[in-house]
């Protein structure tokens, strides 16, 4: 079964929404979401350890299978460890039972240590599992995504294969369905009560499946639905009011639905348990049938019951029960019972809200006795991003909890539930009559994100002006290696608008976030002028200035032995080019899109020693080809007044002027 008791099948609707490179970035209305696919290969056996005082014991795992990675390796104990058997490796995690003691360990490294601090020989025996990973991202451009599972070797084998299955809680879609490589629906509450329940776990945003022994690798197919209305909040208290009792008669069938929570809360499902016993004269012949939204069967378990006398006065009578747990999502569900004795139902809907004050620290969240006063179950949920690791949290009382997971700790006379891992976390507040209220705080390491702004040739672009604009917004301008470096402290898309000499050059959208450096391209262009004469001969030492439309110099520039001047990382947009040389000029107006090369071309015949340059002009009056000898006389000593005139002429400054915002 996937859970044991009633309080641990709410904590699994609780936390629906834990569980959700080069960079991502796309055109502002393509916002780019991922479905994360993460394949976990566990090697599992029993194994004992004798271990003397004062004395170690190694767990190392076996080498990783090609494309897999270690991610963990997992300890849990036949009985508690003594408290005199330390743990030691890189973070480890532990699974606490009542009265405080380990029941499981976690070490996320590649190795295990466990140290006997006592006087005597410790017996531990463990159930010891290596897992080992391999994650794939896949864009989302449709609404129904084909996966194939990986090959497994053969020294593992294929029932030591799970398929985890993740969306981002901020991204507007849902887990619909899950199609077999054989075209079954795998979320069908009919074709899920075929399998055992933890052959498949199911909520809105997360799918595990187990593959091998009941459900073959191969490709699968993962059916989404979109829509605002499945945006999740990344922090929220989620709370269950009431507990609801229900008898359905024999070939019966109840609806059953609740009103909408008050303002501000939203509803978020069911827990559903259903439960009989019959004389086992009676043949079993029927079926509960559950319809909903989404339905994911958590727990089945049957008994025989055997009740006799303390002697053959009264022989063995015998009674068969049952009872299955369901977590239901949705307003609504609808519970058909067509066996021939009645069914007993009990149920609490569940609804929440979102929560918390997000910080470059973590995260803030005040309860108070209102939030949670008509409640008898409530928790805060936290889920974090890639780029973030939750650390601890710590309670009003200053109550400090770190490398709990799925932990039932001391608090008040009863047991407090507690999770705390990399990327999700949960705490009750209250149960029953035992709660705490006041701010928590969840401290969280963000990983900085840098952002590399390039023009489209490539190279970095500095001194541009960054905006990232979503749950939190922030203005930056990129150094001399064209980055910028901020802090996203709150899940959710963001839009990155890039500025550039008083231009917009770039707004990109960025969804789910797989890393935390990323490059974006500006529109911002590099342009070639070259200036010729009539003949095509290029012109060196023309003054080039580049404005904008309405006068403004950009830059200006002066041309090379080849007649060229390159001006780089120009915005887009149109451009008047004006050229000079001497007494001659030419003005053109470019439309700037792309990496371009333009060619002006100056009145310019040739250019004579002492003299300089010659129009066309000039230089059909100068062989005379009108008005003869005379008038090319002259000209000749026109040209040389000239030429003195533009020797005295003051050489033009060459400087870039940037355009004000």
Not at 501 to 511: R, S, T
Request: glycine fraction near 6%.
């Amino acid at each position: 079964m996937k859970l044991h008791h009633l309080t641990l099948i709410l904590l699994t609707l609780a936390v629906i929404t834990l569980t959700p490179l080069t960079v991502y970035s796309a055109e502002v209305d393509q916002v780019q979401y991922y479905l994360k696919v993460e394949y976990t290969l566990q090697v599992e056996s029993s194994i004992t350890y004798l271990i003397k005082p004062g004395k170690s014991i190694q767990v190392a795992p076996l080498p990783s299978p090609p494309g897999f990675n270690l991610k963990c390796i997992e300890l849990e104990f036949t009985e508690p460890l003594p408290p005199s058997v330390k743990v030691e490796g890189k973070d480890v995690k532990f699974v606490k039972v009542p009265p405080n003691l380990v029941k499981k360990v976690i070490v996320y490294g590649e190795r295990a240590v466990l140290i006997n601090k006592g006087n005597e020989v410790i017996r531990v025996r463990a159930n010891r599992v290596f897992k080992y990973t391999q994650t794939t991202y896949i864009p989302i451009r449709e609404l129904r995504i084909k996966v194939e599972t990986p090959e497994v070797p053969k020294t593992f084998g294929t029932s030591s294969l799970v398929m985890k299955i993740e969306l981002d809680n901020y991204a507007p879609y849902r887990i619909k369905d899950v199609i077999t490589p054989h075209g079954t629906s795998l979320l069908r509450p009919d074709i899920q009560e075929q399998y055992p329940p933890d052959t498949t776990s199911i909520d809105y945003k997360h799918v595990v499946i187990k593959l091998g022994r009941e459900l073959p690798t191969g490709t699968y197919t993962i059916v989404l639905e979109k829509g605002k209305e499945y945006v999740l909040p990344s922090a929220m208290l989620v709370a269950g009011e009431s507990f609801y009792n229900l008898t359905i008669p024999p070939m019966t069938t109840e609806q059953i639905s609740t009103p909408l929570p008050e303002k501000g809360w939203k509803h978020l499902g069911y827990v559903v348990l259903i439960s009989t016993v019959y004389p086992v004269t009676e043949v079993e012949k029927g079926d509960v049938k559950i319809t909903a939204d989404l339905v994911d069967k958590v727990m089945i378990e049957k008994r025989t019951i055997s009740v006799a006398g303390i002697s053959y006065l009264i022989p063995p009578i015998k009674f068969k029960t049952w009872i299955k747990a369901y977590i239901v999502y949705g307003t609504t569900l609808q519970i058909e019972n067509t066996f021939s004795y009645p069914v007993i139902v009990i149920y609490i809907p569940l609804k929440y809200r979102e929560v918390g004050k997000w910080t470059e620290k973590g995260l803030e969240i005040k309860v108070s006795e209102n939030d949670i006063a008509t409640s008898v179950y409530a928790y805060l949920v936290v889920q974090v991003p890639e780029h973030a690791e939750i650390k601890s949290v710590v309670t009003p009382s200053g109550a400090i909890y770190e490398n709990y997971v799925d932990s039932e700790v001391p608090w008040a006379g009863i047991n407090r539930t507690v999770s705390i891992t990399e990327k999700q976390a949960y705490i009750a507040v209250k149960i029953g009559e035992v709660y705490e209220v006041g701010t928590y705080r969840f401290f969280i390491k963000w990983k900085p994100m840098t952002v590399k702004v390039i023009d489209t040739a490539g190279n970095p672009l500095p001194n541009a002006t960054i905006t990232i604009e979503g749950p939190i917004t922030t203005t930056l301008t990129t150094d001399a290696t064209g980055k910028v470096t901020t802090v996203l402290y709150r899940p959710g898309p963001y839009t990155i608008s890039i500025k550039y000499m008083g231009v917009e050059v770039g707004k990109y959208a960025l969804g789910t976030v797989l890393k935390t450096d990323i490059s974006v391209m500006a529109q911002v262009y590099n342009l070639k002028l070259k200036v010729v004469g009539v003949r095509e001969q290029p012109i060196e030492n023309a003054i080039i200035k580049v404005m904008t439309e309405t006068g403004k110099v950009i830059t200006v520039a002066r041309t090379d032995t080849n007649g060229t001047a390159v001006i780089k990382q120009l915005p887009r947009g149109k451009y008047r080019i004006e050229v000079k040389y001497v007494k001659t000029s030419a003005i053109k107006t470019v439309e700037l899109d792309n990496n371009k090369e333009e060619e002006i071309k100056l009145d310019i015949f040739m250019e004579l020693p002492v003299i300089g340059p010659v129009t066309t002009l000039e230089a059909l009056l100068l062989t005379g080809g009108i008005g003869g000898g005379t008038i090319a006389l002259a000209l000749i000593g026109k040209l040389g007044r000239r030429k003195e005139e533009d020797v005295e002429e003051e050489e033009p400054e060459i400087e870039t002027e940037f355009i004000e915002e």
